[in-house]
């Protein structure tokens, strides 16, 4: 019967929508994309003594955040150009994972009413079809085609409301992460490479002292 195809297409839209609504919800819990852990170490950050303790914990705490620093860390010798070019492809890449299984809520929002509205049409045309037969007093054809109709456009409006709240939702939550994330990798990058430029001058310092020294002694 065309009436279970309706509604047993609704049916399994909610499930995937159920399921994606989930997956989505842990994915994007905020501890998991910018850890705690990497937002201390990252404050704790004062002097380039600091880069592998704060490695240390980027590496122990898998997330979003942590392989953006990875990525910073990995560049940091070299300049500051190219590790801002990396850390901008790999940033595109991170948010691109976050937005991963958000077009399936997309897609849901538009089809679920879509196959709610078919389903009504359809039941419509059964309801006309018996009228017919609603002369000779059977009930039955017309009853069919009014119920298929109303539980088609509830189902499809069903599904079709939370889908658009979670995906609305979704996606400014991955937003304001990726902000987030920016800010933070922002910042350290200029503090790390200001503390690498304070320790390359430090080690200068001494070379600098040792020539002034041999240049003002005084020749035998």
């Given at each position: 019967?065309?009436?279970?195809?309706?509604?047993g297409?609704?049916?399994?839209?909610?499930i995937?929508?159920?399921a994606?609504?989930i997956?989505?919800?842990l994915?994007?819990?905020?501890?998991?994309?910018?850890?705690?852990?990497?937002e201390?170490?990252?404050?704790?950050?004062?002097?380039?003594?600091?880069?592998?303790?704060?490695?240390?914990?980027?590496?122990?705490?898998?997330?979003?955040?942590?392989?953006?620093?990875?990525?910073?860390?990995?560049?940091?010798?070299s300049p500051?150009?190219e590790?801002?070019?990396?850390?901008?492809?790999?940033?595109?890449?991170?948010?691109?994972?976050l937005?991963?299984?958000?077009v399936?809520?997309?897609?849901i929002?538009?089809?679920?009413p879509?196959?709610?509205?078919?389903?009504?049409?359809?039941?419509?045309i059964?309801?006309?079809?018996?009228?017919?037969?609603n002369?000779?007093?059977d009930y039955s054809?017309l009853?069919?085609?009014?119920?298929?109709?109303?539980?088609?456009?509830?189902?499809?409006?069903?599904?079709?409301?939370?889908?658009?709240?979670?995906w609305?939702?979704?996606?400014?939550k991955?937003e304001?992460?990726a902000?987030?994330m920016?800010?933070?990798?922002?910042?350290?990058?200029r503090?790390?490479?200001?503390?690498?430029?304070e320790a390359?001058?430090?080690?200068?310092?001494?070379?600098?002292r040792?020539?002034?020294?041999?240049?003002?002694?005084?020749?035998?």
């Amino acid at each position: 019967m065309l009436d279970d195809v309706f509604i047993g297409s609704l049916v399994v839209t909610s499930i995937v929508a159920v399921a994606f609504i989930i997956e989505r919800g842990l994915a994007l819990r905020w501890r998991k994309v910018v850890p705690p852990e990497v937002e201390y170490a990252v404050d704790a950050f004062a002097s380039t003594a600091d880069l592998k303790r704060l490695q240390a914990v980027c590496e122990s705490n898998p997330s979003a955040l942590s392989r953006l620093l990875l990525v910073i860390l990995t560049h940091l010798g070299s300049p500051r150009a190219e590790t801002i070019s990396a850390l901008e492809t790999k940033a595109r890449h991170e948010v691109a994972r976050l937005d991963k299984w958000l077009v399936v809520l997309e897609i849901i929002v538009g089809i679920a009413p879509l196959l709610g509205l078919t389903g009504t049409v359809y039941g419509l045309i059964t309801l006309f079809g018996g009228l017919s037969k609603n002369a000779l007093g059977d009930y039955s054809q017309l009853a069919r085609g009014i119920g298929l109709a109303l539980n088609a456009t509830l189902l499809g409006l069903i599904i079709a409301i939370p889908s658009l709240i979670a995906w609305s939702y979704y996606s400014k939550k991955v937003e304001t992460l990726a902000v987030e994330m920016e800010s933070i990798c922002d910042e350290f990058l200029r503090r790390a490479y200001r503390k690498s430029a304070e320790a390359r001058l430090e080690a200068e310092k001494p070379a600098g002292r040792i020539a002034e020294a041999k240049h003002a002694s005084p020749r035998i």
